[in-house]
């Protein structure tokens, strides 16, 4: 990583970190409960959300398949959860049927 890349950096650490609360939260997810489902601890998570370190490229596509949002999205974007939620309730409804 160069010094010109720095900003761009920190930026995408900010974006995952709030992605990640905002997604988790928005599931209604506990810490301990996203932990569960990535085979993790609750304090990888806490860590995670507060920037202390990142989860490792396996981890970081096991979250997007938690949350089905691209790496990308997840990286690089303010999130929409409105959007996810309306994504979420027609997956949760073609399971059903």
Known sequence: MTIENLPNTIKM??????????????????QVQLAEKLDKNRQAIYDWETGKCLPNGENLLKICLVFMVSLEDLLATEIDTKKLEALWSADLKELAA
């Open 13 to 30: 650490l900010q974006n995952f970190r709030f992605n990640l609360v905002k997604l988790r939260m928005a599931k209604n997810y506990t």
